[in-house]
């Protein structure tokens, strides 16, 4: 212990203040999500589960939460296939140009959503595409992309090239390498990478606004849209609450491949 | 010169009753601006073990590297059996290779990496199970067929990459410093265990080392390399008697060069020679040489007891050392280090003296 004592008080001072100051707004909604008062106001009057009965009998939320499940898949999907297919390439083959296209691999991420999303839109217009879920998709895969790509490179650079080099020596051609020895090497990282880039894409809205054609509506999109509407508060409360508890599974998960099991394989 | 062309003989008659198992025709390899190896010829016979040795970066490692197919030469031709297999990617070839880092598959159980060539040349389950079953027995752990590599030690990991590759029953095995990461006890038990496995086999191997104790010990016969090119060929006995050039005599063995004026002083004649240091005696400056001896007078320089043996580094009068290695048969390390300092004989045999080429470099 190098640290004083008043030191270590203030240590643990900031850390109750970060987590109060992470997750208090977090406890309000889930307090107002079952408060039967429609208008949120300090104290709530009691203890409900109204909302989540609006909420579920509500089309317009099942079609968004739809959408958003198959945007996210989707997207996840696309970026997962071009993601590893662009970091084995530039990480195993040496060619022209390959820094520069290392680097326009990761430019997007960088850009504004709203550079995004009127650049897609533009394209679209102009090649005659309607808007829709596929616009959506394609919309966010180009950030999911980046997303799996960083992961897998990453894998890639740790990865021994040896076993790939044994797998040849005993006889597998290439596709058989990749099936058996290159994609179980890389298996936790696609994971976590496919995690984080469904995430980016469930909650994403200002490439999604861009993108979107009339009919379509995501959850975002339909959040957004609700608390323009005081009446649909505590509906928006629910979900907020609903969503809350899903995304803590891929997090929970995501740590722990990245920190146990996985980790110490290679 | 009567040895050099004894060999010479020896070798053409082994090499003409059988097609070699491998075959080196003028190979190079260049990386970049770099020259690995530049331009050897070499062939190997079926059978043999064989070894190239020499220090990092001699081009020993790519060596291997081409006749596994991992790398292409950039001129020349590699000969399998005979057949040209140039170009031919490492999968089509009747070769295995066991890694200096073993490169087990991590996420397979030990029984699953030995299986895997078979598992993928499509060798029916039954036969599959078989032969994992035998190699397993072979290298001493059919009881960790279950386990996964993670969970081996050093030793064991080395064997379960030799099982891997012997399952295959290729006709050339390559191993690439294979013993390099293990301690010096478990290196010499898997040495007698590795020369034993060869001889019940029958496959040629070619092991690559920088360890010449290893070299000699274990080949039938070793290439040494040096800067790409390689130096020598020839079996144990002959590479550390009859060393080729100065490079050879100081890599395998102690150099114990006499050059120059010193060369002239002792030997007698200009040119560069050399003298093993177990086949000198240390004697008293007064002592007389027989008719067939040579000798130096010098002063002890240093001592370094090293158990069995005591290797005196002793600077001789004419100028330059000589290093003189004698067995404790009766000499304690008391006695050993209290000769520093004093001024010997060194005696030899004339006809241990051996007159070498310079290498380049």
């Known amino acids: ?266 | 010169m009567a040895v050099e062309s004894n060999r010479e003989i020896g070798q053409a008659g082994n090499a003409s009753n059988r097609v070699p198992a491998v075959q080196l025709e003028g190979v190079t390899k260049r990386f970049a601006d770099v020259t690995a190896v530049a331009g050897i010829d070499l062939e190997i016979a079926d059978g043999e073990f064989f070894s190239m040795l020499g220090p990092s970066g001699s081009g020993k490692t790519t060596t291997l590297r081409m006749i596994a197919g991992f790398e292409e030469p950039t001129s020349g031709r590699i000969l399998l059996h005979g057949r040209d297999i140039t170009g031919v990617p490492p999968f089509d070839r009747d070769v295995n290779t066991v890694f200096q880092d073993y490169a087990l598959f991590p996420h397979m159980s030990v029984a699953d990496n030995v299986g895997y060539g078979l598992v993928v040349r499509k060798v029916a389950r039954s036969e599959r199970s078989r032969r994992v079953e035998e190699a397993l027995r072979m290298v001493r752990l059919e009881d960790y067929g279950a386990r996964r590599p993670s969970q081996l030690s050093g030793g064991q990991r080395q064997r379960v990459a030799l099982a891997r590759a012997l399952v295959n029953r290729p006709r050339v095995l390559l191993l690439d410093e294979p013993l390099g990461a293990l301690d010096l006890k478990l290196r010499e038990e898997m040495q007698i265990e590795l020369k034993a496995i060869q001889q019940q086999v029958g496959i040629t191997f070619i092991y690559v080392t920088h360890d010449q104790e290893e070299a000699l010990t274990m080949s039938d016969r070793l290439a040494v390399f040096n800067a790409g090119r390689i130096e020598q060929v020839g079996s144990p006995a002959d590479v550390y008697e009859h060393p080729a050039t100065t490079f050879v005599a100081g890599f395998v063995g102690t150099s114990n060069l006499l050059t120059g004026d010193v060369a002239v002083a002792v030997i007698g004649e200009p040119g560069v020679y050399t003298v093993r240091p177990e086949k000198i005696r240390i004697a008293d400056v007064g002592t007389e040489p027989e008719s067939d001896e040579a000798s130096a007078v010098g002063r002890i320089r240093d001592v370094v007891y090293v158990g069995p043996d005591t290797r005196y580094i002793v600077a001789l009068e004419v100028g330059g050392e000589l290093v003189v290695t004698q067995q404790n048969l009766e000499t304690s390390s008391m006695e050993a280090l209290a000769t520093q300092g004093r001024s010997v004989r060194l005696i030899w045999k004339r006809r241990h003296v051996l007159s070498l080429a310079t290498s380049e470099k």
Not at chain 1, 118 to 126: H, K, N, V
Not at chain 1, 186 to 215: N, Q, R, W, Y
């Open chain 1, 1 to 266: 212990m190098t640290e004083s004592r008043w030191v270590r008080i203030g240590l643990r001072m900031a850390t109750v203040l970060v987590i109060v100051f992470l997750y208090l707004p977090l406890v309000i909604l889930t307090i107002y999500a079952f408060n039967p008062s429609r208008l949120q106001a300090w104290p709530p009057t009691g203890f409900t589960f109204d909302w989540f009965v609006e909420a579920a009998n509500n089309p317009a939320i099942g079609r968004a939460l739809v959408n958003s499940l198959l945007a996210g898949t989707g997207a996840t999907a696309i970026a997962l296939v071009l993601g590893t297919a662009a970091a084995l390439a530039i990480q195993r083959y040496a060619f022209f140009g390959r820094d520069t296209i290392s680097f326009l691999f990761i430019l997007p991420i960088a850009l504004p959503g709203v550079v995004t999303g009127i650049a897609l839109r533009t394209t679209f217009q102009t090649v005659g595409v309607d808007f829709g879920l596929a616009t959506i998709i394609v919309g966010h895969a180009t950030f999911c992309v980046v997303i799996a790509y960083n992961n897998v490179i990453a894998r890639l650079r740790r990865l021994p090239r040896t076993p790939e080099e044994a797998s040849a020596d005993l006889g597998a051609d290439t596709w058989t390498t990749f099936r058996r020895i290159t994609l179980p090497g890389m298996g936790t990282a696609l994971l976590s990478g496919g995690l984080l880039a469904f995430a980016l894409s469930f909650d994403e809205i200002i490439v999604t606004l861009f993108t979107a054609g009339p009919g379509t509506q995501t959850i975002p999109m339909w959040i957004f849209a609700a608390i323009q509407r005081p009446t649909e508060l505590p509906v928006v409360n629910v979900i907020a609450f609903v969503l809350i508890l899903f995304s803590t599974i891929p997090v929970y998960l995501a740590q722990r491949i990245s920190s146990g099991v996985g980790g110490g394989r290679y």
